[in-house]
């Protein structure tokens, strides 16, 4: 997993110039328009398709050389991926739309970037399981009787009013900024062996009694969330909205903060999945904010580590697939393709078996044994060994999920990654707390 | 050298065209040449250095959205840099990284270079122990500070071995993530930057000199500081501008053995640029330049660079 993140792949490289081939496939695109989008599997213009180079960029989470290599093997086509950190992400979403052609991006990158123009709408007749997709997408709610989150959830910019849309839409209108394609729930992980007791709230991240060995992440737009979930916790802040301080908000949850590492609360802040794995399994740090696999990491290394569920809720975070304003012609009918290929469940699957969620639970199924669905969805205890798809073993049999079922993690969404309107001044206030 | 540039007559068709009009360096008056001489490194400098920090210093006046950069005259990215406490800080604790850096170093590389240019007697054996300096130059200097970080840590080599010692009970925490394991950081990188420029000058001392200081009845210590530390001068400011310099635009260092805690002026223009701030990072920039271009003009005035060399 870690180094699959850091490298960069490239599939085949066609010698082939890309757009000299669209030029001439696109008239047979066009013919084969209805039936190929549909069916999700090119017949027609499959010798063109071959020659379709599309360029995916994202976060590392998703962006996997195995599905580089799953899509030639199913579609024919070439996928070249790069993996960037959440900043580099947005930068070039916003900066060089001609330099992707499918953005792989957080719903909070989305409020941030669509505004730019260089993302094209989505027509949701042409998603093959759109109906199938998880309410939170949708409605924003997962059962119909749930609340929506506080912060950037991604019913909130997920539709936009047509192809050309600029503002955000409340309700599902058949235009989709992003597909979704994964997501999760975050909470604080521990080393329960160094801990040796029960960890219940985010207030723990503060206590003086982890002094010298918390620690929280430096992604500005991710760390002040799980500040908020501490400070609310604790009952020092009442936030309107955690996704969307106020300036005072900011103030004082970042003086709280300061304050905790000017007293030498936190060992280290880290940035990316290595350092995080790196100092929870060194023992440097036994209680922090973390990602999903980066537990999964911590534990394939034969050391306890659990991904705590919390009583305040967790921090959501989803991502999903955009396309670039660019795209046309044969190539948008292969991202579309690409894009019904994702939701279709091997993706879904391989995703699902790392410990994140599925955008179409049920169509990942297909790919999944009846012990790992039971254990990375319905939280029932494992009957058997449960291994990543890199070969891992994640779990033994009797083990069950931190945190249980798909709907206790995901029905407990306190707050959604966001950026709030004041985001420059939080950034400024974050930089000084970590200069502080 | 204007010889050299003069066309080879055996280049037959080519000679033949010149001898119509002769044209030869040697012809054209010596200011002309000069300049026609120095033109590639004017060029060169122009394009790759003075270009790129005019552009610093145009953007560092522009504005800046979340995602984007638009130009305008305005003096908001240093009125926000000048006014913020933090900001003093941040340069306080570059200035102080540096300080400390550079009087370790150069103890450090002053006693290596001068065992190495007076103790070890024969060439070969000063250049195999020279080569031996620059072995850990071999790999990267990111793995070679990466890898003090398992060892420092709290379960790391040093301190269970502290332990087993029976030196101290418990782990020491202030050996990583600490101004501690930043400095050691950046000796372990930088030393070798003082080593060279001071050894390379001790080498040029005529050991005549050093005779003649004995012979007048000069003690070791008085010969130190009489005749080896001012002949070295040139050196050890050389050195002082390299390990310096290095240390005050250091970013990922800091970052990294710090557990990103502390911060240094590199890591204000490395956070700026991951959030798109250009402008602001270029402003920051502009600072550290002048601070820098201030502390070397400092360092210039007790030794004529120029002059020794």
Not at chain 1, 189 to 213: Q, V
Request: glycine share 8%.
């Amino acid at each position: 997993m870690t180094d699959k993140v850091a490298t960069t792949d490239q599939m085949t490289k066609t010698g082939v110039s890309r757009r000299s081939i669209l030029k001439g496939g696109a008239a047979v695109a066009g013919a084969a328009l209805g039936s190929g989008a549909i069916t999700g599997f090119p017949t027609v213009w499959a010798q063109n398709i071959k020659d379709v180079t599309l360029r995916q960029f994202g976060t590392g989470v998703s962006n996997l050389n195995e599905v580089a290599q799953k899509v030639k093997e199913d579609l024919g086509f070439n996928l070249e991926m790069t993996a960037l950190d959440s900043d580099a992400v947005t930068q070039r979403a916003a900066t060089q739309p001609d330099s992707f052609d499918i953005a792989d991006i957080e719903y909070w990158i989305c409020k941030k970037v669509w505004p730019t123009g260089n993302l094209q709408a989505m027509d949701t007749s042409k998603i093959k399981n759109y109906d199938k997709i998880v309410g939170i997408f949708k409605s924003g709610k997962l059962t119909p009787d749930s609340v929506v989150a506080q912060g950037t959830a991604p019913n909130t910019v997920g539709f936009v009013d047509g192809p050309d849309g600029k503002a955000f839409a409340k309700e599902e209108t058949g235009w989709m900024t992003l597909i979704p394609t994964i997501y999760n729930a975050d909470t604080l992980g521990i080393r329960p062996d160094l801990i040796g007791r029960p960890i219940e709230s985010w207030t723990e991240l503060l206590n003086p009694e982890f002094k010298g060995k918390a620690s929280i992440l430096d992604i500005s737009s991710i760390g002040i969330m799980d500040a908020a979930m501490v400070c609310e916790a604790m009952g020092e802040i009442q936030y309107g909205d955690k996704g969307n301080m106020t300036r005072e908000e900011i103030d004082k949850t970042m003086a709280i903060f300061t304050e905790a590492k000017k007293n030498g609360q936190f060992r280290a802040f880290w940035k990316t999945f290595d350092e995080s794995v790196n100092l929870m399994a060194s023992g440097e740090v036994v209680i922090q904010s973390m990602w999903s696999p980066a537990i999964t990491a911590v534990k394939s290394r034969g050391i306890e580590c659990v991904y705590q569920p919390l009583k305040e809720g967790y921090r959501s975070w989803g991502g999903g697939i955009g396309l670039s304003k660019s795209l046309t012609g044969l190539e948008l009918e292969a991202a579309y393709e690409y894009i019904n290929w994702y939701l279709d469940g091997w993706v879904g699957g391989f995703l699902m078996r790392q410990g994140y969620y599925s955008a179409v639970p049920e169509t990942s199924k297909n790919y999944m044994d009846e012990n790992e669905w039971g254990y990375w969805f319905e939280g029932k205890e494992a009957t058997g060994d449960i291994t990543s798809p890199f070969g891992d073993v994640l779990a033994k049999a009797g083990d069950t999920r931190d945190g249980g079922s798909f709907y206790d993690r995901m029905g407990a969404v306190a707050c959604w990654n966001s950026v709030m309107d004041e985001n420059q001044y939080m950034v400024r206030k974050w930089n000084e707390f970590i200069a502080a | 050298m204007t010889d050299q540039t003069q066309p080879v007559s055996s280049t037959a068709p080519a000679a033949k065209a010149r001898a119509k009009a002769p044209f030869s360096l040697s012809r054209l008056p010596d200011a002309v040449t000069g300049w026609l001489l120095s033109l590639p490194l004017v060029l060169v400098l122009f394009f790759f250095l003075l270009l790129p920090i005019a552009m610093i210093v145009v953007v560092s006046f522009w504005g800046a959205t979340e995602f984007s950069i638009y130009p305008a005259f305005q003096f908001d990215n240093y009125e926000f840099l000048l006014t913020s406490p933090v900001t003093y800080q941040v340069f306080l604790n570059t200035v102080k990284y540096a300080l400390i850096t550079w009087a370790i170093t150069l103890v450090i590389g002053f006693t290596v270079a001068y065992f190495l240019a007076f103790h070890v007697r024969t060439l070969t054996w000063q250049i195999v122990l020279f080569l031996l300096c620059t072995i850990p130059f071999w790999t990267s200097n990111i793995i070679r500070m990466i890898s003090w970080i398992p060892f420092l840590g709290r379960n790391g080599i040093a301190n269970s071995t502290l332990i087993s010692m029976g030196v101290i009970d418990e782990p020491l925490e202030w050996l990583l993530f600490s101004d501690f394991s930043v400095i050691l950081a950046f000796v372990h990188l930088y030393t070798l930057f003082m080593v060279v420029p001071i050894f390379n000058t001790m080498m040029r001392i005529d050991r005549s000199l050093i005779e003649a200081a004995y012979d007048n009845g000069a003690s070791g210590l008085q010969t130190l500081t009489n005749v080896i530390i001012p002949l070295t001068k040139p050196g050890i400011m050389i050195g002082s501008i390299f390990v310096v310099t290095l240390v005050m635009g250091d970013f990922i260092t800091v970052r990294f053995m710090s557990g990103s805690q502390k911060a240094n002026v590199g890591r204000l223009i490395s956070n700026d640029i991951a959030l798109l701030q250009y402008p602001s990072a270029a402003a920051t920039a502009v600072i550290l330049l002048i601070t820098v271009l201030l502390v070397i003009s400092i360092l210039l005035r007790f030794v004529d660079i120029r002059k020794e060399l």
